[in-house]
């Protein structure tokens, strides 16, 4: 066992000795369970440091591919209405300045309304 001298305040040390005849212990033996405690102490913070920095990468890798995703939906519903659109507009034979009108009616209508669209809208 090396051999360290220590030098810490006169309140300190009247805690050791008290918490060595409480525990039935030496100093020593109270100083080097402190030692430990601490240094297990600092281990596990790095590692709560360590751990928190993974879940952190692991939800931005899923925000990233949730909106990857979701832009997929969204893009495919983008080109499924733009397919009726054209589809109707033939169907109708409207010109295309009435159909923009009519278009922007019903962007007016859904801003009055206030109704986002929501995701399990969507695809259920």
Request: aromatic share 8%; hydrophobic share 40%; glycine share 0%.
């Amino acid at each position: 066992m090396a051999e360290k001298l220590l030098r810490y305040e006169d309140e300190l040390a009247d805690e050791v000795k008290s918490l060595a005849k409480k525990q039935k212990k030496s100093e020593n033996q109270v100083i080097q369970d402190a030692i430990q405690f601490y240094c297990a102490y600092c281990t596990s913070k790095e590692k709560a440091n360590f751990l928190n920095d993974q879940n952190k990468l692991m939800m931005a890798q899923l925000e990233t591919k949730i909106n990857k995703k979701t832009n997929e939906v969204l893009s495919e519903l983008a080109i499924q209405c733009a397919v009726q659109n054209m589809i109707l507009g033939n169907s109708l034979d409207i010109s295309m300045a009435d159909f923009h009108e009519y278009q922007e009616k019903a962007k007016s209508f859904l801003k009055q309304k206030n109704r986002p669209l929501r995701l399990d809208d969507i695809l259920w």
